[in-house]
């Protein structure tokens, strides 16, 4: 039976109805739309400026390339200068500079590593000024995540750094060897991130414009914070000519044994995984991978390394959420593994 048969009811009210739905459906249909159009614009929006920065980042790289070479042959004499530019940043209170200078690999090879130096605009005392020493923490082996190549060089500095300039100390900060230079950077080698840090110092004292004197700090976050303690632990063997009066580590990654085996497989696996994969079988060849490390892990781990820590970090995330593990299992388990984390 239709609506008009229904006695006292008008038949208007169907149609009506019919005409509220559809004119309902076409206002839900034009608001999808709407809305996937916004999404599509949004998504395009933020393909090009991803598209931008890896263009302008390319750019920047391909520009500083050269001041990253090393000479041919390096210099032996550790801390030598061997360019120096303006890094082409304001810093209240005194200058800064992009460096290229003299440091040393484990094996006694010596090896350049970029860096950074800020000079207070006061004037120096006689004796010569402080020095602090800044190590940075993990950021990924990239190019364009090593700190004198950033384009924000002051990502890690810029909330302190007025201030040791005020107090008329110079900062230097070390890149590491094989960070924006030739590699192999050796991630989390005690070794190796003391030298840089020593060496960094030497390369300021080697700057006439920063009476730098030989009375230094050693200071350092995460990975920076492991380079301060062992630069602390090994200052007065590897540069008898210097003063370390003071360490200071921020949330160091002072006990690697303990770190890897609570997060081996958690998304920061994927993260300082692969830069340890790259790094220590140099320094420790009795390492072994397979068993250790997936087959998926290895198949990532030189393209993962080279990420500057953001990106790694996001896409360890996804491969936890996803089931995917780094590590076969905790590497602490395997012998040779946890006597090169000691």
């Not at 009811?9 to 019919?18: E, F, I």
């Not at 050693?218 to 003063?243: D, I, K, V, Y």
């Not at 140099?282 to 990532?300: C, D, K, S």
């Amino acid at each position: 039976m239709t609506s008009s048969a229904l006695p006292g009811m008008d038949p208007s009210w169907a149609t009506s109805a019919r005409e509220a739905t559809v004119s309902t459906m076409r206002a839900v249909k034009w608001l999808l739309l709407i809305v996937a159009l916004l999404v599509v614009t949004v998504a395009a929006v933020a393909f090009g400026l991803i598209e931008h920065r890896k263009s302008t980042t390319t750019a920047q790289q391909d520009a500083l390339a050269a001041f990253y070479q090393p000479p041919s042959p390096i210099p032996r004499e550790l801390g030598t200068v061997v360019r120096m530019e303006p890094l082409g940043v304001t810093v209240p209170g005194g200058t800064g500079f992009r460096m290229l200078y003299v440091s040393q690999r484990p094996d006694g090879e010596p090896a350049v590593s970029g860096g950074m130096l800020f000079i207070p605009s006061t004037p120096a005392p006689p004796e010569g000024r402080p020095v602090v020493a800044w190590a940075h923490g993990t950021l990924g082996m990239g190019d364009a995540c090593t700190p004198s190549r950033s384009t924000n060089p002051l990502q890690d500095t810029d909330n302190w750094l007025g201030e040791m300039m005020d107090l008329g100390w110079v900062v230097v900060s070390t890149d590491y060897v094989g960070m924006g230079t030739p590699g192999p950077n050796l991630y989390l080698v005690a070794q190796a991130e003391a030298r840089d840090v020593v060496n960094s110092v030497r390369a300021a004292r080697n700057v006439p414009e920063a009476h730098a004197g030989k009375r230094f700090i050693a200071w350092g976050h995460s990975q920076g914070g492991h380079s301060s303690l062992w630069t602390g632990h090994l200052a007065r063997t590897l540069a008898p000519e210097l003063e370390l009066i003071a360490v200071a580590a921020a949330a160091p990654a002072a006990e690697l044994n303990r770190i890897i085996g609570a997060q081996w497989k958690t998304p920061v696996g994927w993260v300082i995984g692969p830069e340890v994969e790259q790094s220590w079988p140099v320094v420790y060849p009795q390492l072994q991978l397979e068993g250790v490390i997936t087959a998926r892990g290895l198949a990532n781990s030189e393209r993962l390394a080279n990420e500057c820590i953001v990106v790694a970090g996001i896409e360890g995330l996804a491969r936890t959420d996803l089931g995917q593990d780094y590590f076969v299992a905790d590497p602490v388990t395997n012998a040779a593994w946890a006597a090169a984390g000691r």
